[in-house]
């Protein structure tokens, strides 16, 4: 049961709101982003280990800029392409042919009920997606579970973040933009790595094990948890 103290629900969106096996998605993305930028002479195996490497300067962004300069100032000179160059390229793939990779994804037809019933109780709703993706990219995926987001009250992208999970600083961040208090707020993740750092930044966490991300055998009894269906349950939701 939500606490009383509870005003903002936050949700992850990979394996929360969005079912899915991260390495199948992972390959069906990679596949179909290197075929996107094949035509600008992008080879497939070093595109990706630029991207991994711009993945990982977002990682370690230290809040100074946001994160899609440190993806893009390091992506570029991996691969000898200037940005004004790719970035319209690669968000036209985000927003069409990123469709493709669905198909690596299951289906949850309590997400847009779950975030409807909150805000329809009152609750503001926080889309806490790992901001290493644009928007076009975050709203692509929404709509793989019938949501948008215009759906949320915050939504955090690459170009919006400075900051990336597990970082406590990436949800201290949604706090100040958002003007809430730790405590009255709930993150709702499915990584025990990377939802905990909503923790540490004294948030509430609730665990979704639908697709339980544990790499690092976390303590999953010391968090409320349960299955995405039962989390309506959780939170009263009809």
């Known amino acids: 049961m939500l606490k009383d103290t509870i005003t903002t629900v936050l949700f992850d969106l990979d394996g929360t709101l969005l079912p899915m096996d991260q390495e199948q998605f992972t390959r069906a993305y990679f596949g179909l982003l290197v075929q996107k930028a094949a035509p600008f002479g992008l080879k497939p195996q070093p595109t990706i280990e630029a991207v991994w490497a711009g993945t990982k300067a977002m990682v370690k962004n230290d809040g100074s800029v946001p ?30 042919e ?23 109780q009152g609750y503001d709703v ?41 970082n406590p600083a990436y949800f201290t961040q949604i706090l100040q ?7 009255e707020c709930l993150m709702v ?10 923790v540490a930044a004294g948030l509430s966490l609730y665990v979704v094990t639908d697709c339980l991300e544990n790499g690092d055998k976390g303590d999953l009894s010391q968090y409320p948890h349960g299955s995405f269906q039962e989390f309506l349950s959780f939170a009263l939701l009809p």
């Open 67 to 96: 994160n899609h300069r440190r993806f893009w100032d390091t992506f570029c000179p991996l691969v000898g392409v200037e940005e004004e160059t790719l970035r319209p390229v690669f968000d036209k793939f985000y927003a069409q």
């Open 126 to 166: 926080i889309l806490a997606t790992n901001p290493i993706f644009p928007l076009e990219g975050v709203r692509t995926r929404l709509s793989w579970v019938g949501l948008a987001p215009e759906d949320f009250s915050l939504v955090t992208t690459y170009e919006s973040s400075s900051y990336t999970k597990p």
């Open 177 to 183: 933009q958002a003007g809430k208090r730790p405590g």
């Open 98 to 120: 990123f469709h493709g990779a669905r198909s690596a994804c299951g289906e949850n037809h309590y997400a847009k009920r779950a975030v409807q019933g909150l805000k329809a």
């Open 189 to 198: 993740g499915n990584d025990l790595a990377e939802d905990t750092g909503a």
